[in-house]
């Protein structure tokens, strides 16, 4: 979402600009294109200009996939440049909307705490793990920002551990504890010069880049291609030979659902849904030089899909709606 490049070796103001031609091009990922480009502005300096994007987003007359995400980020942006007022109310805006997605809890705690806002940090933090973690055995990878997030936080404020913040220890497989990791008194050490600390302090970023290494290279999700009614309809009847692979559709969604069961089953992780569309998948047939009655580009197509961002998480949070677009809850839907 947010490339850490530093300016002297990426042209942040090219790349943006590359990304807002893209997004015209391809109107499908423009969510995902534009809040990259944002980063790159943010990066470049010109956070005006990715206000801007922000804006050009949440007044579009399509409806965005994570509206939240763009507000956490404007609201971020905004703070960075003087504009405090309202970005603690976009702040309060996204806590009181209670997003399912961990990403906007994540981007609002951490602006509070970058500025010095620890206990509504913590508050924030708690709110999101309290919210999306309850009753919730095996949490999905993208939450654990949330807990580490919390336990930092509540370390630096002096804080006990609690059930959380035990949890949040289960979790981290550095060789450097949580603890450590989150001790005040590392940032003193760096500027001392008792060779022992320095080197305390070196494995220390060390098992933090190894983190964050790990994070990058995790692979994309294990995708599953999901047709809503109206485009599976659609596309088998354009393309009739497709129909043995779709019988009904009813029939494709327990397909779906009865597929992730068993890759979870059998361990795989990282499991996700992409939606495809017809327009977006004959595109994609012609990239290929194939046709799109080639059903060896179907899988291909999700995956390309979820390259994209446009994967999303199953099963899906506690409490979410379900993924095949009934508007009913997950567990009384698909998940029951």
Excluded at 27 to 38: G, H, K, N, Q, V
Excluded at 126 to 134: D, K, P, Q, R
Excluded at 205 to 220: C, D, M, N, V
């Amino acid at each position: 979402m947010r490339p850490d490049t530093p300016a002297e070796n990426v042209d942040h103001t090219a790349e943006a600009a590359r990304l807002e031609r893209t997004a015209g091009l391809y109107p499908e990922d423009a969510e995902a294109l534009l809040l990259r480009a944002a980063a790159h502005l943010e990066l470049s300096g010109d956070r005006p200009a990715a206000t801007a994007l922000y804006d050009r987003l949440l007044s579009s007359p399509a409806p965005l996939d994570d509206p939240h995400l763009v507000r956490a980020l404007k609201a971020s942006n905004l703070w960075e440049y003087g504009h405090e007022a309202e970005a603690r109310a976009i702040i309060d805006g996204v806590r009181s909307a209670a997003p399912r997605d961990p990403a906007p809890w994540v981007i609002i705690a951490e602006a509070l705490e970058s500025h010095d806002e620890l206990e509504q940090a913590q508050e924030t933090f708690t709110e999101g793990v309290t919210l999306l973690l309850t009753d919730v055995p095996e949490p999905p990878y993208s939450t654990h920002p949330l807990l580490f997030g919390r336990h930092r936080v509540r370390r630096m404020l002096g804080a006990p551990h609690d059930e959380w913040d035990t949890f949040a220890d289960t979790l981290h497989s550095m060789p450097v504890s949580l603890d450590e990791l989150h001790d005040p008194k590392r940032v003193w050490s760096l500027g001392s010069d008792n060779p022992a600390e320095l080197e305390a302090e070196i494995s220390r970023l060390r098992a933090e880049l190894g983190a964050f290494r790990e994070a990058l290279s995790r692979p994309f999700p294990v995708a599953v291609l999901h047709w809503p009614e109206a485009e599976l309809t659609e596309l088998t009847a354009a393309y009739p030979s497709l129909s043995s692979e779709y019988p009904s559709h009813d029939d494709h969604l327990t397909t779906i659902e009865n597929s992730l069961r068993e890759l979870s089953a059998s361990g795989t992780p990282n499991l996700g849904i992409v939606t495809g569309t017809v327009p977006s998948y004959e595109a994609f047939a012609a990239s290929e030089l194939s046709s799109p009655e080639d059903t060896t580009l179907l899988p291909q197509y999700a995956t390309t899909l979820a390259a994209r961002g446009r994967a999303v998480a199953w099963p899906p949070q506690r409490g979410a709606v379900c993924w095949c677009g009934s508007g009913r809850v997950y567990g009384e839907c698909h998940g029951s």
